[in-house]
């Protein structure tokens, strides 16, 4: 997977990534078991991951210059926090992002929600609800 370093990344590294990436969602588009939700929902899903620096739900961006992440290594369910996108956050956990995830610097997604902009309720009950016990579909996509 695509990460960025701190010096930042190369445009064949980034096109590489993003290449995979691609190759990924075009599977997934031509599984005819996947609803029309789920495809609406992961294609949402990657163009917040491309838009955001992002090669993969579990992989960190590395510092390189945005400007409230600077010296930290973050993931997509901080940004996701940090925006309080639900629906994001939603497909991120669907697709297994754990929800308890640390930043470089030991923050969760919880910490950057409660300094987002918008409407934290919901993003934290999202959150919480899954950071007692991983899904069984996360801890598959672990081993």
Do not use: N
Request: proline share 3%; aromatic share 4%; net charge positive.
């Amino acid at each position: 997977m695509l990460q960025r370093s701190c010096s930042g990344s190369s445009a064949a590294d980034l096109d590489a990534g993003l290449e995979s990436l691609s190759q990924v969602v075009s599977g997934v588009l031509d599984d005819p078991c996947v609803s029309q939700m789920q495809l609406t929902r992961r294609q949402k899903l990657r163009e917040f991951l491309v838009k955001h620096g992002f090669s993969h739900v579990s992989e960190p961006r590395l510092p390189a210059g945005c400007a409230f992440f600077s010296r930290e290594s973050v993931y997509p369910i901080h940004v996701a926090a940090r925006l309080c996108d639900d629906k994001i956050i939603r497909a991120l956990l669907a697709e297994g992002a754990d929800p308890m995830q640390r930043t470089s610097c030991g923050r969760t997604a919880e910490d950057f929600a409660r300094k987002g902009k918008g409407d934290i309720a919901e993003v934290l009950a999202l959150l919480q609800s899954h950071a007692g016990s991983k899904s069984a579909s996360w801890v598959k996509r672990q081993t």
